[in-house]
């Protein structure tokens, strides 16, 4: 693997960087977050106009092939400006799951558009007593006729409200908590028997349970092979959790930024407070441990397009473990180095502890994923 | 490692138990317990139970209508309050001015202000903080201008909690610019409803108000609503600062959220198990819940050192410290507990107490993120962490 950035690579940090930082800055996200559906349509069609809806994707389907690195280049840059669109949804995590597993008619059918940023996904692998365990799925789906009915509750899916097409795992087979028996389907979520109850999330993005009562879908919506889900569910979350690791970085980066700033600026006993070696020295434990996840996490995203199975895994935990970790620290640091501006709502640097927190609880925090570090050896 | 307690102090526990079972009305049981947010009229409902009983100032002494109880009876009263969920005291009124009042105001504001913090006649608010001056308190610029028998107060104090609510405000203010600047500050109650006094909410991350800015115009303040001295502000500050650090320990709160978190890890599920049964949660429960029993032996050592005549010294600040590190894990080990049920923000569900949906997600999960956030305040506030570290460096150390 590489430990330096491509060309391209550093043209699209840079166009990303310029771009967000003209229309995407800490009022502009607010006033987004203000709006109707909680993100903007407008913004929405600025990226497929930038190609970053395409990035990812298969060349054969409108995409541009990026690798995962290219991807976490880009997710850096939204975790610096708290973008609020569902990229991770659609993209990362929906988009990600049909060009691995679709068929040839699912992916005809569903990239191109995704890449044009005229359908957006949500992908729903999450159930209320699971905690963190993606196999716990008690959802089931139920061969009917030539189809499938299913039932169930997916909790906590990321901008179900904005997807055009669900993306949900159900058991087909076996109990509870097997590996095997899981199955991948794609659910409109306007057909019968499907409920959503949407809400804002504590870090302003959106989400929603979604509940399944008796929802008939074909035997075309079934994305990969019928009892065959879990591993394509495990591919597409270790690579969406560097991804979501390389957005906490960027949080990081620009938490650490305010923090240093706000103590150049904040003068208390005749002096700046930055001019406190105690205080220096916080803000160097928190630069550092933003310097070492950021090392780490590029590392992990080469990872995600060279390696399969166990070590694939033993990335993502790794990478998402230590995110978790230097997220809390650098955010609980940062507001306490703010004092009480730091608990205002009008400061961004509590948006981004927020974010940062929630970051650690998608798809496992960071106990969870240092224990699976550990034992997937 | 349960408090062996003397025979007389466990009839006290029993009586308090008793008193509890009777008089805490349900609906304000546990309501803060569960993160539902108390009102104003929550808090002075409680507040005149417990003064209809005679146990509203377990701080004071009995002249002035305190409780006269030994150390380890407040404690007990304390703890026992807290489990079962009372709503806590709002400390500015009957914690904090009423010992400053007792101590350097003289007999006409004694007889006016302390019988109507007894009964919570008046809600009170602490106005130290401006916006140019936090852990650098004595910076502050608030100016009170003296015109015949007033003083004229023109400047802006910051995180006043629950201001929105408040009668009076005790305030430093400045009264002059000469010579040190902690010489120059004095101590003046404010009536809240005086002309010029603006309350204007602060929201803070987790999307509550209860701190505020509080902007005074030309406000009005009678002479004889100054606290002794003009010029000795500070010191009458310093001596409130003291009692504020050995309250805000809250082992007992403390105590009764370790008790909710154990509930909460009890019931979530991991790996198929209960959560309780994971080694690495039930280790860090552990060690939270030693932090807290040495926290409470310290709290115990101080209570009895002041009983011996001794005030509230440097180690109070040790208190503060490890008091609001204990509140803080609290919060985070319960937001931790529910995984991805943390992210959904529906303040609604826990604010709003004629709210009847079902949150998504388990009941108790709603706020625990929103507490978590909140939290955050705790070693900031009441004097930050960092300055009660100074303190200890200064006072215990001698460096």
């Known amino acids: ?377 | 490692m349960e408090l062996v307690l003397s025979p007389e102090d466990e009839a006290f526990r029993q009586e308090v138990r008793a008193f509890l079972k009777e008089k805490l009305p349900p609906d304000l049981a546990n309501q803060s317990a569960t993160g539902l947010r108390l009102g104003k009229d929550d808090h002075v409902r409680w507040q005149k139970i417990l003064y209809e009983k005679g146990w509203v100032a377990a701080n004071w002494p009995v002249e002035h209508g305190g409780t006269g109880w030994t150390a380890m009876q407040k404690h007990i009263f304390e703890d026992e309050c807290a489990a079962a969920g009372a709503p806590p005291l709002i400390p500015f009124g009957l914690l904090m001015v009423a010992p400053v009042i007792m101590a350097f105001g003289n007999q006409a504001q004694k007889d006016r202000y302390l019988p109507r913090i007894l009964r919570s006649d008046d809600w009170w608010c602490q106005g130290y903080s401006e916006p140019g001056s936090g852990s650098d308190l004595a910076s502050l610029r608030t100016k009170a201008v003296r015109d015949g028998d007033h003083y004229v107060v023109n400047g802006q104090k910051t995180w006043t909690t629950l201001a929105q609510h408040a009668d009076m405000m005790f305030t430093l203010v400045r009264t002059s610019d000469t010579g040190k600047r902690q010489e120059g500050i004095s101590f003046l109650l404010i009536d809240m409803r005086s002309p010029g006094v603006t309350v204007q909410p602060i929201t803070t991350m987790d999307g509550s108000q209860e701190i505020n800015s509080v902007f005074l115009d030309d406000v009005r303040v009678p002479v004889e609503n100054r606290i002794g001295e003009e010029g000795k502000g500070w010191t009458y500050a310093k001596y409130l600062l003291g009692h504020e650090r050995t309250g805000i320990a809250g082992t007992g709160r403390s105590k009764a959220q370790l008790k909710r978190l154990k509930e909460i890890a009890r019931t979530e599920m991991s790996g198929g198990q209960p959560l309780i049964e994971d080694p690495d949660f039930a280790q860090r429960i552990a060690q939270l819940e030693l932090d807290l029993l040495s926290l409470e032996s310290l709290v115990l050592r101080v209570l009895y050192a002041e009983k011996a005549g001794k005030g509230p010294g440097p180690e109070a600040s040790f208190l503060k410290i490890k008091g609001t590190e204990v509140q803080q894990m609290l919060t985070e080990l319960m937001m931790e507990a529910v995984g991805p049920y943390a992210m959904p923000f529906q303040p609604e569900t826990f604010r709003d107490p004629q709210w009847n949906e079902e949150p998504a997600g388990p009941d108790y999960a709603a706020p625990l993120a929103s507490v978590y956030f909140n939290w955050r305040k705790a070693s900031i506030y009441g004097g930050s962490n960092e300055i009660q570290r100074n303190i200890i460096a200064k006072a215990v150390l001698g460096l």
């Open chain 1, 1 to 377: 693997m590489s430990f330096a950035f491509t060309e391209d690579q550093q043209l699209l940090a840079e166009s990303a960087d310029r771009f967000l930082a003209d229309k995407y800055d800490f009022d502009a996200r607010k006033a987004i977050r203000r709006g109707e559906d909680g993100w903007s349509r407008e913004m929405w069609a600025a990226f497929a106009e930038l190609g970053w809806l395409a990035l990812p994707l298969p060349e054969e389907h409108g995409g541009l092939g990026g690798s995962t690195v290219d991807l976490a280049v880009l997710m850096e840059r939204f975790g610096r400006h708290l973008v609020v669109e569902p990229f991770l949804a659609t993209v990362v995590l929906g988009a990600e799951a049909i060009a691995r597993a679709g068929s040839d008619e699912q992916k005809a059918a569903i990239l191109p558009a995704v890449a044009e940023g005229g359908v957006r996904l949500a992908f729903g692998v999450n159930e209320p007593r699971a905690r963190f365990d993606l196999h716990r799925v008690a959802t089931t789906a139920a061969r009917e006729g030539g189809g499938w009915t299913l039932s169930g509750h997916k909790a906590v899916v990321l901008h179900a409200d904005a997807a055009d097409r669900l993306i949900l795992a159900a058991r087909t087979a076996g109990a509870e908590d097997d590996r095997d028996g899981i199955t991948l389907f794609l659910v409109d979520p306007q057909a019968d028997g499907v409920t959503l109850r949407p809400y804002p999330t504590v870090d302003g993005l959106r989400g929603a349970e979604v509940l399944l009562d008796g929802v008939s879908v074909s035997e075309a919506d079934v994305v990969g092979g019928v009892g065959a889900g879990l591993p394509v569910i495990e591919a597409v979350v270790d690579r969406a959790m560097v991804l979501l690791s390389a957005e906490s970085v960027g949080a990081m980066a620009e938490t650490v930024r305010l923090t240093t700033e706000y103590l150049k600026t904040r003068v208390q006993f005749g002096q700046p407070l930055s001019s406190f070696q105690v205080l220096q020295h916080r803000l160097v434990e928190m630069l550092q441990a933003k310097e070492f996840a950021h090392a780490l996490c590029y590392r992990a995203a080469g990872a995600m397009d060279t390696t399969e199975g166990v070590e694939r895994a033993r990335a993502a935990a790794g990478i998402k473990a230590e995110t978790g970790r230097a997220g809390k620290m650098i955010g609980q640091e940062s507001i306490q180095l703010h004092g009480g501006m730091g608990m205002t709502d009008e400061m961004a640097v509590g948006h981004y502890f927020k974010r940062m927190t929630m970051i650690d609880t998608q798809f496992g925090n960071a106990a969870h994923h240092l224990r699976r570090f550990a034992t997937l050896a």
